[in-house]
């Protein structure tokens, strides 16, 4: 804003004019990167960046700051200055950066600047990518791979190598293309999949360094399997082996065939151990001496391998020689056996003659010592009829006798007991001993218990004739008056010899041995 005056004067008379004048203009752009004037910059990435524009004019211009490329707005704003800052550079930096002032009624004023920012080579995410690949193999298939990376400067295409599988040298054809910025490309390669050894990872690297992976994956037929071949092991079965091959990608199956009349039939489905593996299958009883075609093929989900040749196989049949051989091996394992048998069947006699010789031989040994006879001969006798046999328990019979004697009464019972019927003895046979019990007092005797009928139970032994031993029990009768008594068992005249006791006789305890406590 300029202050003019008018001065006019006339005589002594002056006259005076203020006259305010506001001049209007808009000065030309000044734009300013790190501080220099420029119109090209070239910086390294992650560098500071600052970009300064100053427009000067009357009345303020409004400075606006953008990108020429992507025709975006960085910055806006009314004044003379406008800085624009970025802390580390990027290869995306990389542009025309256009600095603008304007003002009502004066034209446009603008400035432009061009920054490059050089960056190493690397993959570029923003960018289109497929990293997995489903593939046939084959002498002419090939697979198309298109990568996009950034770059400032561009590379050359022989710094780039695609390494495959380990066993495998790819010889990659790749071409360069840059997009619509400068620091963008695209690496172009043609991967060839001859075989199912091409099938695997690959890796994009720049001068030595990685810079993606891609994955080509087999969808394939599979490989027919090998080395298919079948022998007879034994009488009526064949073994029938192969080598798995490649599985074409998904997982395979394999089919194997029999040929039945003039059609081949499905007999047998095996699954994949792995390529490489050695593979076996068993078909079954098949017929002896007959010859058998076999078939196999392997199958995935996308379709099947060829057929494998015919493998022929006679499966192994009895020879005469052998049945020859087994009918005499029948002959001699029957002899064997009767042989064994007769030797039992006479060990078993001999030990039952030598036990039984040796059980004579001891009772034999067993001498009665004649000591000093009693006065007394008593007789036990038991009376048992057919009808009282079948209660399993022996009749008791009991008598007393008046014997005459000085001064001395005496009460003398017998009571006998059996389990199980006896056997009815030769008189005069030599036997077993009874048991003989003197002195113990005897409980009165009812006929109407079953106490005072059979006796009391006791357990008996049996020796090796079915004899019976049977307990005899003389016990004074403490309800006689009379002192002048010897005891008498009634029935003496007319008894039944089951057990013959004589008391006159002593005779050394019995000695139980070990063979006659096994009976």
């Excluded at 600095?99 to 400035?111: D, L, V």
């Excluded at 076999?294 to 391998?305: G, L």
């Excluded at 002899?335 to 069947?345: C, E, H, R, T």
């Excluded at 030598?354 to 031989?361: A, D, H, S, V, W």
């Amino acid at each position: 804003m300029l202050l003019f005056r008018c001065v006019a004067e006339r005589g002594d008379k002056e006259l005076k004019q203020g006259i305010p004048l506001d001049v209007q203009y808009l000065n030309d752009t000044l734009l300013y990167i790190n501080g220099q004037t420029k119109s090209n910059i070239e910086l390294n990435e992650n560098a500071p960046l600052i970009i300064s524009c100053r427009v000067g004019g009357n009345p303020a211009p409004t400075i606006l700051l953008s990108r020429s490329h992507s025709d975006t707005e960085l910055r806006k704003m009314q004044g003379t200055w406008l800085n624009y800052t970025i802390d580390t550079a990027q290869c995306t930096d990389t542009d025309t950066y256009r600095c603008r002032g304007r003002s009502t009624g004066f034209n446009i004023t603008e400035k432009v600047i061009n920054i490059n920012v050089l960056c190493n080579t690397r993959f570029d995410k923003a960018g289109s990518f497929k990293s997995t690949y489903g593939s046939k193999s084959g002498t002419d298939t090939t697979i198309n791979v298109a990568v996009p990376i950034i770059a400032n400067p561009p590379p050359q295409s022989s710094d780039f190598k695609w390494d495959g599988p380990v066993q495998v040298q790819v010889p990659v054809t790749s071409t360069i293309s840059t997009g619509d910025v400068s620091y963008k490309h695209v690496i172009e390669s043609v991967i060839p999949v001859k075989d199912h050894t091409y099938f695997g990872y690959y890796t994009l690297s720049y001068k030595g360094q990685p810079v993606t992976r891609i994955t080509i994956n087999a969808e394939d037929v599979p490989q027919t399997p090998s080395n298919f071949t079948g022998y007879s092991y034994t009488i009526g079965s064949v073994n029938l082996t192969w080598v798995s091959g490649f599985n074409g990608g998904p997982e395979q199956l394999f089919i194997l065939y029999v040929m039945e009349g003039s059609n081949w039939k499905v007999i047998g489905n095996v699954s994949d151990p792995g390529e490489g593996r050695l593979v076996h299958f068993d078909p079954g009883f098949l017929s002896p001496g007959q010859e058998y075609s076999f078939r196999i093929q392997s199958c995935n989900m996308i379709n099947c391998s060829l057929l494998s040749a015919d493998t022929r196989v006679t499966v192994k049949a009895i020879s005469s020689q052998s049945t020859l051989s087994n009918n005499q091996g029948v002959t001699i394992g029957a002899s064997l056996a009767g042989f064994v048998l007769i030797v039992l069947f006479a060990g078993f006699l001999a030990m039952y003659f030598l036990k039984k010789k040796k059980i004579e031989k001891k009772r034999e040994s067993v001498k009665l010592d004649d000591r000093t006879q009693p006065d007394v001969v008593l007789y036990a006798s038991v009376d048992k009829s057919d009808q009282k046999r079948t209660k399993n328990n022996a009749d008791v019979v009991m008598n007393d006798v008046k014997v005459d004697k000085k001064e001395e009464h005496e009460n003398l019972y017998a009571n006998s007991e059996e389990t199980k019927p006896a056997v009815k003895p030769i008189r005069g046979q030599k036997g077993k001993r009874s048991k003989v019990k003197r002195g113990s007092k005897a409980q009165e005797q009812k006929d109407t218990g079953a106490e005072g009928e059979y006796g009391n139970v006791e357990s008996r032994k049996v020796n090796q004739d079915g004899l019976i031993y049977i307990d005899v029990d003389f016990s004074n009768y403490t309800g006689s008056q009379t002192t002048d008594q010897n005891p008498l068992i009634h029935g003496d005249d007319d008894r039944t010899e089951y057990t013959f006791v004589d008391f006159t006789k002593k005779a050394p305890p019995i000695q139980e041995t070990g063979d006659e406590e096994q009976k």
